[in-house]
């Protein structure tokens, strides 16, 4: 409920307004945006469906009552509460595209966009036919890979069934029912006999030090989406064990480890991962061939 002597009317007052009230606030931003304006623009856009590139002149525009009302409550979930914008509006943005998201599924950040924008090149030779999002949560990666792609078949798949309701809502979003699907599975547990040209995955990575150290905002977020053991590579151990026997011949696995990266190559240290650059920030993203997996394969089973 909006206090009685509120007085605030337009769309430039609550900006104004809630760039104060999110200044003055011990926020963490990382969600999306990096500073109390862009997460204002974010909140007041997304909640009011308006474009991002909203015409200058639209920001005197008066506010209903029921617009007011949303926003101020919006603000304190997000102050009170520290709950993700994303989260708030319903919507995060990933490669260019929208995505529907909520509580079930982690926010999109991954730097992986970057690399799906340049489809992945220079390190993908031919365009794949088959394309795996291993641990998808939103669908987002694996989405935005099919539109990279216009040819290929791509499945999201995830341990977690909230998170392939979400999935499935962005298939039907974006219109791409007819090349992607959502498949239930513990890893590769459940896709026995399948293989794919590509394979990405953003699993969980974060070690136990950091998971419980991480800033409010993130425990908003589903934990099975996050942790992975006490140095974060428990899920991706698995993932290099098993990624070979479904990759085609030249086939390729992308996987981001985060902060996890360290103890990655400290704990094998002579594995041939291809670290990523991006340009637009980001880091922990390494590529390998289905080649140097299978010839890793007894190196990783020593260190197990």
Request: net charge negative; aromatic share 10%; with cysteine.
């Amino acid at each position: 409920m909006l206090p009685a002597n509120f007085e605030l009317q337009t769309v430039r007052d609550f900006l104004r307004w809630i760039i104060s009230r999110l200044g003055e606030s011990s926020l963490f931003y990382g969600h999306g945006t990096d500073n109390a304006q862009d997460e204002a623009w974010y909140l007041v856009c997304g909640a009011l469906h308006l474009p991002f590139d909203l015409d200058a002149r639209l920001l005197d525009s008066v506010l209903t009552a029921q617009e007011r009302e949303q926003l101020f409550a919006l603000v304190e979930r997000r102050i009170n509460e520290r709950v993700p914008v994303a989260y708030l509006v319903g919507e995060a943005w990933f490669a260019g595209l929208p995505f529907y998201v909520d509580e079930r599924v982690l926010v999109p950040r991954s730097p992986i966009a970057e690399l799906i924008e340049q489809a992945y090149q220079p390190w993908l030779g031919d365009e794949p036919a088959q394309i795996l999002d291993l641990c998808t949560g939103s669908g987002c990666i694996g989405i935005a890979s099919a539109f990279a792609f216009p040819y290929a078949q791509v499945v999201l798949s995830d341990i977690s069934e909230d998170a392939l309701v979400v999935a499935r809502s962005n298939i039907l979003r974006h219109g791409v029912q007819e090349r992607v699907t959502a498949q239930f599975s513990d890893l590769f547990a459940d896709l026995a006999g399948q293989q794919f040209d590509l394979i990405v995955s953003n699993p969980p990575y974060v070690d136990a030090d950091d998971l419980a150290k991480m800033p409010a905002e993130f425990h908003a977020e589903p934990p099975l989406g996050l942790g992975s053991g006490s140095d974060g590579l428990d899920i991706t151990r698995r993932i290099l064990m098993q990624a070979a026997d479904h990759l085609t011949d030249g086939g390729l696995l992308v996987v981001e480890v985060g902060n996890s990266g360290a103890a990655l190559d400290q704990r094998y240290p002579h594995l041939p991962l291809t670290w990523l650059e991006f340009e637009h920030g980001g880091h922990g993203v390494f590529v390998m061939s289905k080649d140097d997996l299978l010839a890793s394969q007894s190196m990783i089973r020593s260190s197990l």
